[in-house]
């Protein structure tokens, strides 16, 4: 009776470790390339958010705001209240120009769509996030509405679910 005791507090200790602290994530596409590898494992820390909000430059696993709802991963290029714009390629925030070194083109001579964006004001409580190998990316410069075709660029904080750790 006492394993039995133990092993359902050590599983429940497991799961709300899990649930509140932090967990493993495995890196499945390119989009982050070449900051993160495709077959990476990371860790995605839950405990940040208690003590401060995503910052710019943040590298964040959320739920993606359209369907299918697909969990990515991408960095935090502008928060809410800031303004946001892309031409050629190039990123803008409140009217400066962002040095990005991380930021990869892999098509740099085509247009694309969502090299050229906005400006936009980001609403508080969300961010605007893109991946780092920009043209292979589905990020904020690309999500459209399915039915409407509208532009859906922002991401609600309440699908924000850690701060990607171990690539340092």
Not at 12 to 38: D, Y
Not at 58 to 78: M, N, S, T
Not at 85 to 90: A, F, G, S, V, Y
Request: hydrophobic share 40%; charged share 30%; net charge neutral.
């Amino acid at each position: 009776m006492r394993i039995l005791y133990l092993v359902v507090l050590g599983v429940l200790g497991a799961l709300a470790l899990r649930q509140w602290v932090g967990e493993g994530i495995f890196i499945a596409t390119a989009s982050m390339e070449p900051t993160l590898k495709v077959g990476t494992h990371l860790v995605l820390d839950k405990l940040t958010w208690i003590v401060r909000d995503p910052r710019r430059g943040d590298i964040v696993a959320f739920q993606e705001p359209l369907p299918p709802h697909e969990e990515l991963v991408k960095r935090v290029v502008a928060v809410g209240g800031e303004s946001v714009e892309l031409r050629e390629k190039k990123v803008f925030v409140d009217g400066k120009e962002l040095d990005e070194r991380y930021a990869y083109h892999k098509r740099a001579e085509e247009r694309l769509v969502g090299d050229d964006f906005g400006p936009l004001t980001v609403p508080r409580g969300h961010l605007f996030v893109l991946g780092d190998n920009r043209d292979e990316s589905k990020d904020s410069a690309s999500w459209k509405d399915p039915e409407s075709g509208e532009a859906r660029p922002f991401v609600p904080l309440s699908r924000v679910r850690g701060l990607v750790r171990g690539f340092f």
